[in-house]
């Protein structure tokens, strides 16, 4: 299978940047004993998400318990949910995973004849302990050895936290290879730096570079100071809420939207993913089991209560602003 042209509509959308909400796509599983993946709930996933006012996908993540997939898993996954986007929007997936350089970039080459782009997992480039100019030259080989692969980031908090700097960003959206951005920054100042560092980088070019904040409560920072919008877990609950805060920013009715997603951040988040798999069954009624490879830990009573608010404090919310909500069971106006 040869490297998937660079020429398609959702490649174009993701070049030029589009300012939303990217799902960090959850994994459904069947409730056998190997808990396989469901793919026709992918799929339907996959449509609520984008009819849900998606700018793109990130499939293959850690909300998609990439951990715990197969290398198979992993590109079936992927290729699934960008047959079933269609071109829509444009699709991403995780393809970096530790080891030899060589051996990632052989699976980068591999995930990227299935996506738009492929999205390497920062702290994969280095240990823990190893300093950031071990990382940037591991980073460089590994973009001699993808060819003109289109590139993206993910600073995933797992297994441990590693974090580019302004500077980092700023070489790596000057190489050209690089079109999505999933910041796990918890600084507000380093947020508006890096920014800017990449925003000033990617002047210089012909395309535009996407930078999304993996935290909900710095959707509206990002969005004022030129970022590009929101990347990350609150995606799987109400991904209507992001796409008009996104797209709404400048409202007069928008603090209202960012705080509350702020705030609901912290509840929903409790045993997730699995809170996310019981949130669509409980609240949309979606035919998805609660299944996890990651857990099996349940939410307490405590937490369910919560949740419940949660969702009500958003149907209110979305009743009251006129914000439409997509029912991931019947795709129709909830």
Not at 157 to 162: D, V
Not at 221 to 235: E, K, M, Q, R
Not at 242 to 265: I, M
Not at 298 to 314: D, G, H, R
Request: aromatic share 12%; with cysteine.
């Amino acid at each position: 299978m040869a490297l998937r042209k660079m020429s398609s509509a959702a490649f174009d959308v993701l070049r030029r940047g589009v300012k939303g909400v990217w799902p960090t796509m959850i994994t459904p599983f069947k409730a056998d004993s190997s808990k396989s993946i469901d793919y026709d709930m992918v799929e339907k996933l996959t449509e609520w998400y984008i009819k849900s006012g998606s700018a793109g996908l990130f499939s293959v993540c850690l909300s998609s318990e990439f951990y715990q997939l197969t290398n198979e898993e992993r590109l079936q996954l992927a290729e699934r949910v960008h047959n079933k986007a269609a071109g829509r929007v444009p699709v991403v997936a995780s393809g970096t995973f530790g080891g030899p350089i060589e051996d990632q970039a052989a699976f980068v080459r591999e995930m990227a004849k299935r996506v738009d782009a492929v999205v390497i997992v920062v702290n994969r480039l280095a240990e823990k302990e190893e300093s950031n100019d071990t990382w940037l030259e591991n980073a460089k080989k590994l973009l001699d050895l993808t060819d003109d692969v289109p590139m993206g980031f993910y600073e995933s908090p797992e297994p441990y936290s590693r974090v580019l700097t302004p500077d980092m960003l700023s070489w790596a959206v000057s190489t050209g290879r690089f079109y999505f951005h999933k910041d796990g920054s918890t600084d507000r100042q380093l947020v508006t730096d890096k920014i800017n560092a990449a925003t000033q980088a990617a002047s210089k070019l012909d395309h535009n570079f996407g930078f999304y904040t993996a935290k909900a409560h710095y959707i509206k920072h990002v969005l004022d100071h030129g970022g590009y919008g929101f990347s990350g877990i609150s995606a799987n609950f109400y991904p209507w809420v992001h796409a008009w805060l996104c797209n709404n920013y400048e409202n007069k009715h928008a603090d209202k939207v960012q705080h509350f997603l702020g705030v609901a951040d912290n509840v929903i988040r409790q045993k997730y993913p699995r809170s996310a798999k019981m949130y669509l069954s409980e609240y949309y009624g979606l035919p998805i089991t609660s299944e996890c490879r990651i857990h099996d830990m349940n939410p307490i009573e405590e937490e369910v209560i919560k949740m419940k608010f949660a969702f009500e404090m958003m149907d209110e919310m979305c009743r009251s602003m006129n914000i439409k909500m997509v029912n991931p069971r019947t795709l129709e106006e909830a």
